[in-house]
């Protein structure tokens, strides 16, 4: 029998973190971490939010873990309890030791039921399909009545395995085209003066800076980005996630590409257990050429070759650029779980409008191309929609 704890309180997860952090490594969860999940509440958190996370214990041991809020005010309020972090990447879930997440769910799924703290509805964004969380905790919720679940949006995330025995073998097992294109474009890298490097404590506020400028110059005229409606909050949350995880070897990665001495691209990597998460990028359009994106993608997983690890996980979307690297796509879901009741009808009418223009834009993303979707955002967004 597993205990569980609803916390209220952010003071009450000092003591938790250690625990939480090993969970997060385990679950192979980077913004699932202690370093991400306090980043987003001291500069992300919207000024009515309340924590609702749900800890799980066996004795004394932490093995579960649902960094869970409420929004009092606002379309948080209609989603109900939410995870941090979606508006820096996807990859969100509750967290369980390995062979505990029935158990864990089981326990989580009591504590909401039963908790007055816990609002109408469960919203699950940028979740793992693979652990399936919404599923889980509707076949474990007590009652005989499940929660309505909505899936509402899914995308892909291509991925790259790093099953082979080091960084050259996985090269040569890659199409002749693609080895040709990545040796090409390395020599013309390292012809035009261009040097790698990796944040460090004592770079990471000016790399910090080049990252938001080349990201925000990337989106001027391509409609809107998460990251630029952040404004100053973005720097301000990855220089608190930075300090805290650059002191764990490997866990951020801010890569800088430099032509010179002059910065070209900057590309954000979070890691966890062996998995490397892409989470976003900035490059400068004047090399293009040079294909900085996917120069910068190839030293990484060369990189985590190096590292032993097992898996890069190159994020949102199925662009053709990642295409190019991926042999693998672990897909992550957007749900909204409703527990039976006299409000479920009120709430699924209530969130309507949200989960159609979801499916609207997922199915514009699968039918448009890439170009042809980032002027359709533009336009909306010239149009105030």
Wanted: aromatic share 6%; hydrophobic share 45%.
């Amino acid at each position: 029998m597993l205990a569980s704890e609803v916390i209220t309180e952010l003071s009450k997860l000092d003591p938790l973190q250690a625990e939480w952090d090993q969970l997060a490594v385990a679950s192979r969860l980077p913004l699932m971490s202690p370093a991400c999940v306090m980043a987003w509440w001291r500069h992300l958190a919207p000024p009515a939010a309340e924590p609702r996370m749900v800890a799980v214990r066996d004795g004394g041991t932490l093995v579960g873990l649902a960094p869970f809020y409420v929004d009092l005010a606002g379309r948080g309020g209609r989603l109900g309890l939410r995870l941090p972090g979606i508006e820096l990447a996807a990859g969100l879930a509750p967290l369980a030791a390995p062979g505990h997440q029935q158990a864990v769910a089981g326990a989580l799924a009591e504590a909401l039921a039963d908790s007055s703290l816990c609002p109408h509805s469960v919203a699950l964004e940028g979740m793992p399909l693979a652990a399936d969380w919404a599923r889980t905790l509707r076949e474990a919720w007590p009652g005989r009545r499940r929660p309505a679940r909505r899936r509402y949006q899914v995308s892909g995330c291509p991925t790259v395995s790093l099953q082979a025995t080091s960084f050259d073998a996985w090269l040569s097992a890659k199409s002749s085209s693609f080895r040709k294109e990545m040796r090409h474009t390395r020599r013309r890298f390292t012809a035009a003066g261009g040097t790698t490097r990796s944040s460090t404590l004592d770079t990471l506020l000016s790399d910090i800076d080049i990252f938001v400028r080349l990201h925000g110059s990337r989106w001027e005229d391509r409609g809107s980005s998460s990251f630029v409606g952040l404004g100053a909050r973005l720097p301000a949350v990855l220089n608190d996630i930075g300090q805290t995880l650059l002191n764990q070897e490997g866990r951020f990665r801010l890569r800088l590409l430099e032509v010179e001495g002059e910065p070209i691209s900057a590309q954000l990597f979070l890691a966890a257990g062996g998995r490397v998460l892409y989470v976003n990028a900035g490059w400068d359009g004047r090399f293009a050429k040079l294909k900085p994106s996917m120069l910068g993608i190839l030293t990484v997983i060369e990189d985590a070759f190096e590292r032993g690890e097992d898996c890069v996980d190159l994020g949102l979307g199925e662009q053709h650029y990642k295409l190019r690297f991926a042999d693998g796509n672990d897909p992550v879901a957007w749900t909204i779980l409703v527990p039976a009741g006299v409000r479920l009808p009120l709430i699924l009418l209530r969130t309507m409008p949200m989960r159609g223009r979801a499916r609207l834009q997922s199915m514009l993303k699968q039918r448009l191309s890439e170009k042809q979707f980032s002027k359709l955002r533009l336009g909306l967004r010239r149009l105030g929609v």
